[in-house]
């Protein structure tokens, strides 16, 4: 006989557990599927406000938004030159659709009566905000005004979709993706928002437990994300060129305002100034931290240096993981999850090139695989010590219910996500088109989406006011080939067109006759100009005003 075999339970209370556990379950389902019952309206009490908490919910709605901005910063930095604009543009008109959505219609759908599926449209227009957010009562009753929540939980309706950006990075045409905004905020966040974070979805019902989002916000983003990457293929020359970010403190500067953005996110989903709201904001502080040291740890140990690009999102994959349970786990529980979200995102960004799936940005690495990862931590690590409203996961004793109810939510979030996503896409694609066509993108399309024609540049180097930095030696070239008619002038040695003394090259797009152009031969290009240094013609030894030029689209490509 094996030496304690005796402590091992026997055949048929293994048999019973399984029995109970089952039973459990079916009631769960039956409760998160039962139609509510529908009841008369009820006003909401404004004795029953705290004050605290209502200046503390509307100071982490202004963090939360600070988010939006940072993620523009965060993407932009990543991606190559010419399509900075294009990223702030999309994340700035993110903001604005998606506050119009949800004032008009899309917190009504999130958190009006309606069924376990979807809410009604009691609330469209933020009317009747008057009466009780339904399901808020007993001891989910709010402590703060109606609008006020409504207010916070915009926040999250706006920086959901600003998410998925990064994941299509390089390719969005501005047309397809504000229908696209519109159609996945009704379609997508909105029922799933009402699953989850309503008491009335089936979600909340069945048990599972979010408390700021990783299954609304992150696991719905990833999986968009990835549906998008799918639908709207890799980039051009991905994966044989090098596409490294250009400007790594632009993204620092980005998960800077992240890292501060994710206090509000957190803590100010315990809709309270009170402890809770304490320890989601330790527990999102740790977990960040200890994400970033993990992330940049294992770089360490498989290239045997660290990245600037890898700390930024270790910090980002912690912040996400500790989203779900934020608010249910103790401190040195967050240190855990911060460990699994950096070693585990780490790895999962890098499998995308060995499944040659360009997700631009390692939004599904780290939004997706992050956000699932928290959401079993819940089930492992929840505790009621630190919110009686919460569960009991498995390692205190809760056994393997709360975890399965976590990994069931999150895999049919996931999929939903994913499979609508995937047909707006396809819908949105048949229609006006998805992706910048192969030209556009290689000549700079950011500056055709945005209309925006940058100010002169002057051949002598100077710049005025937000004009970009040019290597008109390349920008010369390229509109050589693209422009036969253009005229080419060339420095003299000592010109300082990019600050160097080695002759440079600009490009005149006025007339040869109106400026009455020497010509000199040369060949496979049109005729040249001398410019003494500091950019003056050299006409009759009398230096005149500088040459100026227009910096046209192409002036985008080489940043």
């Given at each position: 006989?094996?030496?304690?075999?005796?402590?091992?339970?026997?055949?048929?209370?293994?048999?019973?557990?399984?029995?109970q556990f089952v039973l459990d379950f079916r009631?769960?389902?039956?409760?998160?599927?039962?139609?509510?019952?529908?009841?008369?309206?009820?006003?909401?009490?404004?004795?029953?406000?705290?004050?605290?908490?209502?200046?503390?919910?509307?100071?982490?709605?202004?963090?939360?938004?600070?988010?939006?901005?940072?993620?523009?910063?965060?993407?932009?930095?990543?991606?190559?030159?010419?399509?900075?604009?294009?990223?702030?543009?999309?994340?700035?008109?993110?903001?604005?659709?998606?506050?119009?959505?949800?004032?008009?219609?899309?917190?009504?759908?999130?958190?009006?009566?309606?069924?376990?599926?979807?809410?009604?449209?009691?609330?469209?227009?933020?009317?009747?905000?008057?009466?009780?957010?339904?399901?808020?009562?007993?001891?989910?009753?709010?402590?703060?005004?109606?609008?006020?929540?409504?207010?916070?939980?915009?926040?999250?309706?706006?920086?959901?979709?600003?998410?998925?950006?990064?994941?299509?990075?390089?390719?969005?045409?501005?047309?397809?993706?504000?229908?696209?905004?519109?159609?996945?905020?009704?379609?997508?966040?909105?029922?799933?928002?009402?699953?989850?974070?309503?008491?009335?979805?089936?979600?909340?019902?069945?048990?599972?437990?979010?408390?700021?989002?990783?299954?609304?916000?992150?696991?719905?983003?990833?999986?968009?994300?990835?549906?998008?990457?799918?639908?709207?293929?890799?980039?051009?020359?991905?994966?044989?060129?090098?596409?490294?970010?250009?400007?790594?403190?632009?993204?620092?500067?980005?998960?800077?305002?992240?890292?501060?953005?994710?206090?509000?996110?957190?803590?100010?989903?315990?809709?309270?100034?009170?402890?809770?709201?304490?320890?989601?904001?330790?527990?999102?502080?740790?977990?960040?931290?200890?994400?970033?040291?993990?992330?940049?740890?294992?770089?360490?140990?498989?290239?045997?240096?660290?990245?600037?690009?890898?700390?930024?999102?270790?910090?980002?994959?912690?912040?996400?993981?500790?989203?779900?349970?934020?608010?249910?786990?103790?401190?040195?529980?967050?240190?855990?999850?911060?460990?699994?979200?950096?070693?585990?995102?780490?790895?999962?960004?890098?499998?995308?090139?060995?499944?040659?799936?360009?997700?631009?940005?390692?939004?599904?690495?780290?939004?997706?695989?992050?956000?699932?990862?928290?959401?079993?931590?819940?089930?492992?690590?929840?505790?009621?010590?630190?919110?009686?409203?919460?569960?009991?996961?498995?390692?205190?004793?809760?056994?393997?219910?709360?975890?399965?109810?976590?990994?069931?939510?999150?895999?049919?979030a996931a999929a939903y996500s994913f499979v609508?996503?995937?047909?707006?896409?396809?819908?949105?694609?048949?229609?006006?088109?998805?992706?910048?066509?192969?030209a556009r993108s290689c000549r700079a399309w950011?500056?055709?989406?945005?209309?925006?024609?940058?100010?002169?540049?002057?051949?002598?180097?100077?710049?005025?006011?937000?004009?970009?930095?040019?290597?008109?030696?390349?920008?010369?070239?390229?509109?050589?080939?693209?422009?036969?008619?253009?005229?080419?002038?060339?420095?003299?040695?000592?010109?300082?067109?990019?600050?160097?003394?080695?002759?440079?090259?600009?490009?005149?797009?006025?007339?040869?006759?109106?400026?009455?152009?020497?010509?000199?031969?040369?060949?496979?290009?049109?005729?040249?100009?001398?410019?003494?240094?500091?950019?003056?013609?050299?006409?009759?030894?009398?230096?005149?005003?500088?040459?100026?030029?227009?910096?046209?689209?192409?002036?985008?490509?080489?940043?």
């Amino acid at each position: 006989m094996i030496k304690g075999a005796s402590t091992w339970p026997s055949a048929p209370i293994l048999c019973q557990y399984r029995i109970q556990f089952v039973l459990d379950f079916r009631r769960a389902v039956q409760h998160a599927f039962a139609i509510p019952a529908s009841g008369d309206s009820v006003k909401y009490n404004p004795e029953s406000m705290d004050p605290a908490a209502m200046a503390w919910v509307l100071a982490s709605a202004a963090l939360v938004l600070i988010m939006v901005p940072g993620i523009a910063f965060f993407y932009s930095g990543m991606v190559r030159a010419m399509n900075v604009l294009s990223m702030l543009m999309q994340n700035f008109v993110v903001m604005a659709l998606a506050s119009v959505l949800w004032v008009l219609v899309t917190f009504s759908l999130a958190f009006g009566e309606g069924n376990a599926f979807v809410g009604d449209l009691h609330f469209a227009g933020l009317s009747n905000l008057d009466e009780v957010v339904p399901g808020f009562t007993d001891e989910h009753a709010l402590v703060v005004l109606p609008i006020v929540f409504a207010l916070f939980q915009m926040m999250f309706a706006a920086v959901t979709p600003a998410l998925i950006t990064g994941a299509a990075a390089d390719r969005w045409r501005l047309a397809a993706f504000v229908p696209f905004v519109v159609c996945w905020s009704i379609l997508v966040y909105a029922p799933v928002a009402h699953w989850v974070f309503s008491p009335l979805g089936w979600v909340s019902r069945l048990g599972a437990l979010d408390f700021a989002g990783g299954l609304v916000v992150h696991v719905s983003a990833g999986a968009a994300g990835l549906a998008l990457a799918v639908v709207m293929g890799r980039r051009q020359g991905w994966p044989e060129e090098p596409m490294p970010p250009h400007n790594l403190p632009l993204v620092l500067l980005g998960a800077a305002l992240l890292w501060f953005g994710w206090f509000g996110f957190n803590s100010g989903s315990a809709l309270a100034a009170n402890g809770l709201a304490a320890q989601a904001f330790i527990n999102t502080n740790t977990a960040c931290a200890v994400g970033l040291l993990s992330w940049i740890s294992v770089e360490r140990l498989r290239y045997g240096k660290t990245t600037t690009r890898g700390a930024a999102s270790g910090a980002v994959a912690g912040l996400v993981s500790v989203t779900p349970g934020a608010g249910y786990i103790t401190t040195s529980e967050a240190i855990v999850v911060g460990v699994l979200a950096g070693v585990c995102c780490s790895f999962a960004v890098s499998a995308k090139e060995w499944l040659r799936l360009d997700a631009s940005l390692d939004v599904v690495g780290v939004h997706l695989i992050g956000g699932f990862i928290g959401s079993l931590a819940v089930g492992l690590f929840a505790s009621e010590a630190v919110n009686p409203l919460g569960g009991t996961g498995l390692f205190h004793g809760g056994g393997y219910r709360l975890l399965s109810l976590q990994a069931l939510a999150g895999v049919v979030a996931a999929a939903y996500s994913f499979v609508a996503t995937y047909l707006i896409a396809k819908l949105i694609d048949r229609i006006v088109g998805l992706r910048v066509s192969p030209a556009r993108s290689c000549r700079a399309w950011t500056w055709r989406c945005t209309a925006k024609w940058p100010t002169t540049f002057r051949a002598g180097g100077v710049r005025n006011a937000g004009a970009p930095r040019l290597r008109a030696a390349e920008v010369a070239a390229e509109e050589c080939a693209d422009r036969p008619e253009s005229v080419r002038v060339t420095t003299s040695p000592g010109s300082h067109v990019t600050g160097s003394a080695r002759p440079q090259t600009v490009t005149n797009l006025r007339s040869p006759r109106k400026m009455g152009v020497n010509h000199e031969a040369r060949p496979n290009c049109t005729p040249v100009r001398t410019l003494a240094p500091g950019g003056c013609r050299r006409t009759g030894g009398v230096p005149r005003r500088p040459l100026r030029r227009h910096a046209g689209p192409d002036a985008f490509l080489h940043g």
